[in-house]
């Protein structure tokens, strides 16, 4: 079955470090992939999607590219700041008759000043 | 704000007892998704529903069950609960049955005491 791995938390970054959160996957036929971000006490917003190999979702400065030959759809920022601290989660969904998404189990991000 | 709104927002309730989750998509989208985020388990698809019509089950409990009514609007209900069953329930919607972005709405927390 579907199955997203991705790097386990938690992650302690000063800001304007470079942020990396690997996310790998296991699928089906050929899977959209997201990156979604929960901040404390909200629900999950969308961050960013790719819907083929070699796609790159980018939005608010974070990046993932989907590499079908590693299955790695692995999510960085240039320069995070503190308003990054949130948990990532990967997430799949590897269409056909099955709509539901296949989520990693997330990884906190915390960034100090 | 995803559009997608979630009542109640929390729920605290004794083992044994029943409870009803509801959920309004975002104008214009046929398709809502249950899931269920818990420590162990992670977030975890429960059920879809798309235009009142039940179109894919996940690890959905037989004491759990769904519905989607005419307006959209969409219900879990929760029976006999235990201390397990205490967890984040999210409400996902898109515009299709077959559409790959969900947007999620805030939650609810129930603890089962």
């Known amino acids: 079955g579907d199955s997203v791995t991705q790097m386990e938390g938690p992650v302690t970054l000063s800001e304007e470090a470079f942020l990396t959160i690997n996310c790998t996957y296991t699928a089906t036929g050929y899977p959209s992939l997201f990156w979604y971000v929960q901040y404390p006490g909200e629900g999950l917003q969308l961050l960013l999607k790719?819907?083929?190999?070699?796609d790159k979702g980018s939005n608010k400065g974070f990046e993932a590219t989907y590499r079908k030959e590693t299955t790695s759809f692995h999510l960085e920022k240039g320069s995070v700041q503190v308003s990054d601290s949130a948990v990532y989660f990967c997430?799949?969904?590897?269409?056909?008759?099955?709509?539901?998404?296949?989520f990693g189990k997330g990884t906190l991000l915390t960034v100090n000043p | 704000d995803s559009g997608v709104t979630q009542t109640p927002k929390h729920l605290i309730t004794a083992t044994g007892q029943r409870v009803t989750l509801r959920c309004s998509p975002r104008s214009g989208d046929l398709s809502v998704y249950w899931y269920q985020q818990s420590l162990d388990q992670g977030l975890q698809f429960l059920i879809q529903?798309?235009?009142?019509?039940?179109?894919a089950k996940g690890n959905i409990l037989e004491r759990f069950s769904a519905q989607q009514f005419p307006d959209l609007h969409s219900e879990l209900n929760l029976s006999s609960l235990e201390l397990g069953d205490s967890a984040l329930y999210f409400c996902a919607s898109s515009v299709a049955a077959k559409n790959y972005e969900q947007y999620f709405g805030p939650g609810t927390r129930l603890t089962v005491t």
């Open positions: 529903y798309y235009n009142g019509e039940e179109r």
């Open positions: 790719a819907t083929k190999a070699d």
């Open positions: 997430a799949l969904n590897s269409g056909g008759s099955n709509y539901k998404l296949t």
